[in-house]
């Protein structure tokens, strides 16, 4: 299982883009890395996955050089209701991984 | 899309009570579920991995005999807290991988809402 790395926290303000980036040194070949974002008191919550490049859906942006030892999430123009934990997760997903959450990125977005 | 449905979303239980969550798969089959158990501004911890049909595999450090798992069918499994404590008050989370999908079109795993277990 690849261990992932993030900032512990994050301040932000409204309108701003945020970038988090996670760090995953020992990805294998046939991982994805998916990112979830989880509000207090709920289950976490798909954002976006990707293998390589970059990956754009309508509420972020993944980034993923090419070495793939690292990715960033980009959330654009946040609001207050960004707030939350953000977890970057590595596995191969086909594979029925064992999902193991690091820290994860605490975001706080002020007005 | 896949949902996962959790029931009850919060309980309270007295100590030595034993206390039953279930995970629902709602549109989708999942031979394979997992349990987590998270505390106040922690990250998730696996607890273990619910096989349809099948023992479930258990994390090192969780008491097997206290947190039975059952997952007698492919869209559902249930987590038991047997005997609970105060310190066993925690959220508690499962989730499920849609089957047949594709590595480039998988979305990972689908969580369910969890459930805010209270032991006084």
């Known amino acids: 299982l690849a261990k992932t790395t993030q900032p512990i926290s994050m301040d932000s303000y409204e309108g701003q883009e945020v970038n988090i980036t996670c760090s995953h040194n020992?990805?294998?070949?046939?991982?994805?890395i998916t990112w979830y974002q989880q509000f207090p008191s709920q289950g976490p919550r798909f954002i976006i996955q990707g293998y390589k490049t970059k990956v754009t859906n309508e509420v972020a942006s993944l980034f993923i050089p090419a070495d793939r030892k690292s990715s960033t999430l980009s959330l654009p123009r946040v609001s207050l209701s960004d707030t939350a934990v953000y977890y970057c997760?590595?596995?191969?997903?086909?594979?029925?991984?064992?999902?193991?959450f690091g820290a994860g990125t605490r975001l706080f977005v002020k007005a | 899309g896949a949902v996962v449905s959790q029931h009850p979303s919060r309980v309270i239980c007295k100590s030595g009570t034993s206390v039953k969550i279930e995970c629902r798969s709602l549109d989708f089959q999942a031979t394979t579920m997992f349990w987590y158990r998270q505390f106040p501004k922690q990250s998730l911890m696996l607890m273990a991995t619910s096989n349809e049909g099948s023992k479930a595999t258990y994390e090192q450090g969780v008491e097997k005999d206290k947190f039975l798992i059952n997952h007698a069918s492919l869209t559902l499994s249930t987590l038991t807290v047997t005997s609970a404590h105060p310190e066993d008050s925690s959220f508690y989370i499962c989730?499920?991988?849609?089957?047949?999908?594709?590595?480039?079109?998988?979305?990972?795993?689908?969580f369910g809402s969890g459930t805010r277990l209270t032991v006084v």
């Open positions: 997760l590595v596995g191969d997903w086909t594979g029925g991984f064992k999902t193991i």
């Open positions: 989730s499920a991988s849609p089957p047949g999908t594709g590595a480039n079109i998988n979305y990972g795993y689908t």
């Open positions: 020992n990805i294998a070949t046939n991982d994805y």
